[in-house]
């Protein structure tokens, strides 16, 4: 979800006032994704790095966090919405990790969207993480490094219990993943959008999926062998 500080500066208003302008399109694709019948929906709210940002602007987020939490939950309860978050919570406040481990309680045995929201959050974070627990198992003799394959590792992710992500979408102009579930993207389809995360809605998210649609996915294979017809080995 890229491009609420460039939406704010071009019409003159404060960065935090871009990051609540995200809240809303955040709200819409939640909402959409239920409808549509997404099994999961993972947003990336708040990266490892983002921690390097002016203290005012991490405080203006966490609060923002905060806000959107006390106000949401409930309702993404009503509608079956499972929710989690993902990411180095360890470097959130108190306050923040007890109401994120309530709003979790609360959802876990939902049966609805599986939301994931990534706060603090980074790739080779995951990776490094899931890494130190497989060594730890190792050292203590109940795992034999050779036994150590891409579903044991996979299994210590964060997203273990969910499938590959489909479609990734990054707004906001840029074209990199920057640090965003790098394991679990290896065959993601990637679509890319000028437009500023503040500005996402239904339409795009449409776009997106008609664009995904119309991609051929043959994850290693010739198009002959998936029985679409054309060559390539992507
Ligand atoms: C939101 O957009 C992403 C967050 C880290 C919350 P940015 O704050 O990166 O917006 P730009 O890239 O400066 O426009
Ligand atoms: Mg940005």
């Known amino acids: 979800m890229d491009g609420n500080g460039r939406w704010a500066e071009a019409r003159g208003e404060t960065r935090a006032a871009g990051h609540r302008a995200g809240i809303e399109p955040v709200r819409r694709v939640i909402r959409e994704c239920a409808r549509l019948g997404v099994q999961a929906l993972t947003l990336f709210a708040f990266s490892s790095e983002n921690w390097r940002r002016p203290e005012t602007e991490v405080a203006a987020l966490m609060g923002l966090f905060m806000e959107a939490l006390d106000r949401e939950v409930e309702e993404l309860h009503a509608n079956g919405v499972r929710l989690r978050v993902i990411g ?91 640090n965003f579930l790098l394991w679990n993207i290896a065959y993601a389809e990637l679509f890319f959008t000028d437009v500023l995360w503040p500005q996402f809605d239904e339409t795009v998210l449409a776009e997106a999926i008609a664009d995904f649609a119309s991609r051929e996915r043959r994850f290693g294979l010739t198009g002959q062998q998936r029985g679409t017809g054309s060559e390539g080995a992507s």
């Open 88 to 178: 180095n919570r360890r470097r959130l406040s108190v306050r923040l990790q007890q109401r994120i481990a309530e709003a979790e309680a609360l959802t876990a045995s939902n049966g609805g969207l599986c939301l994931q929201v990534a706060v603090s959050y980074g790739g080779r974070w995951d990776l490094v993480e899931a890494a130190r627990r497989l060594a730890a198992r190792a050292a203590s003799g109940a795992l034999q490094p050779s036994a150590i394959d891409e579903a044991t590792l996979a299994a210590e992710l964060q997203l273990a219990d969910l499938p590959d992500p489909d479609l990734f979408i990054r707004t906001g102009g840029d074209h990199r993943v920057s």
